[in-house]
Antibody
């Protein structure tokens, strides 16, 4: 079964750092882009960025460029999303998802993780 | 930057009805990268349609997508109770704001 399993919920204070993870299984991890999507409380979906695990090629939405870092470690079939200094506005659910179809970065997300709730509050 | 505008914001319908959701792009986009998702409360989104009109694996044929250029639609031919949810369109880095389909 193809699946993405994300790390658990996090509660952090403003200014703290955080790295959440997304482990792929059931498919060749290096051959598909993996992306991150934010959903703030009660709001819609926001495309953050994607990484190609085979060579760590990364694309960011202009809205998130410079605010987060997306990476992947193909040896452990895991993608990451990290913040160096969290703000309260980062509170939300973060989904990882696989792009269908292989090496195009413009594909749809066909497999989704269960989501990681991140709460940033003083 | 592309803006995707979905309409209407909310639809109140009964099971068995036919519904068409709209997704309009601020300028012409490739239909190859136009997708539709369904999201239910507390769940991750689920891919319904990719390439504007291709159904994803396991998606029933009551869901269909069409369109090109700036205008795309998702049609559910006969609403079932499981179809009441929020629907999003997406083109590459942009999601629409969503359409909620609720039970009347």
């Amino acid at each position: 079964e193809v699946q993405l399993v994300q790390s658990g919920a996090e509660v952090k204070k403003p200014g703290e750092s955080l790295k959440i993870s997304c482990k792929g299984s059931g498919y060749k991890f290096t051959n598909y882009w993996v992306g991150w999507v934010r959903q703030m409380p009660g709001k819609g979906l926001e495309w953050m960025g994607i990484v190609y695990p085979d060579d760590s090629d990364t694309r960011y939405s202009p809205s998130f460029q410079g605010h987060v870092t997306i990476s992947a470690d193909k040896s452990i079939k895991t993608a990451f999303l990290q913040w160096s200094s969290l703000k309260a506005s980062a509170t939300g659910i973060y989904y990882c998802a696989r792009l269908r179809g292989g090496d195009s970065p413009m594909e749809a997300f066909d497999v989704w993780g269960q989501g990681t709730m991140v709460t940033v509050s003083s | 930057e592309i803006v995707l505008t979905q309409s209407p914001g909310t639809l109140s319908l009964s099971p068995g009805e036919r519904v068409t959701l709209s997704c309009r792009a601020s300028h012409s986009v490739s239909r190859d990268s136009l997708a539709w998702y369904q999201q239910k409360p507390g769940q991750a989104p689920r891919l319904l349609i990719y390439g504007a009109s291709s159904r994803a694996t396991g998606i029933p044929d009551r869901f269909s997508g069409r369109g090109s250029g700036t205008d795309f639609t998702l049609t559910i031919s006969r609403l079932e109770p499981a179809d009441f949810a929020v629907y999003y369109c997406q083109q590459y880095q942009t999601f629409g704001q969503g359409t909620k389909v609720e039970i009347k």
